[in-house]
């Protein structure tokens, strides 16, 4: 092998050229992921809004419903919401369209509600029912009984 030496400013230039291609791809990689970022960013902010937005809708609902609802009424829609909160929802929708359309004139008492669920219940509105079907043994299916008469 030869020996070359390199004269010192070509050694630098060649340093320089090697240099400022290493900067080039960091600062590219430097920019997308500030671009990658600067894309979460707005896209959790945007998510935070939503939030708000959803939590000031659920806030003016329960204000509404509170006004059309005596205590009673709304203690009762209240345990309701422990139990089965999507009934409670549906529940909650069909009185601020009867409030809205002017069918609700006055506080709706614990009866009335109780009536208007009866009536949401019949209509088949909320899905399905729950039902209970017993089924008891029959008088000639006594295989598995002991016989206490003959011991």
């Given amino acids: 092998p ?9 050694l630098s230039s060649l340093r320089h050229s090697k240099m400022s291609g290493m900067k080039a791809d960091e600062e590219a990689r430097a920019k997308q992921m500030a671009g990658l970022q600067m894309q979460q960013d707005s ?3 945007k998510m935070q809004e939503q939030q708000e937005q959803q939590k000031e809708l659920e806030e003016r609902k329960r204000v509404m419903v509170r006004s059309i609802l005596e205590p009673e009424a709304l203690e009762r829609l209240n345990r309701i919401g422990l139990v089965k909160p999507e009934k409670k929802q549906q529940v909650e929708m069909m009185l601020l369209q009867h409030a809205q359309a002017g ?5 709706m008492t614990d009866g009335q509600l109780a009536q208007l669920m009866e009536k949401m219940s019949s209509a088949g509105v909320g899905g399905s029912g729950t039902t209970v079907k017993i089924q008891r043994k029959r008088r ?3 295989d598995d009984d002991i016989d206490l008469d003959n011991l």
């Fill in 103 to 107: 069918r609700i004139t006055e506080k």
């Fill in 43 to 45: 896209s959790l902010q």
């Fill in 2 to 10: 030869r020996n070359t030496i390199l004269c010192l400013p070509c």
């Fill in 140 to 142: 000639d299916d006594d």
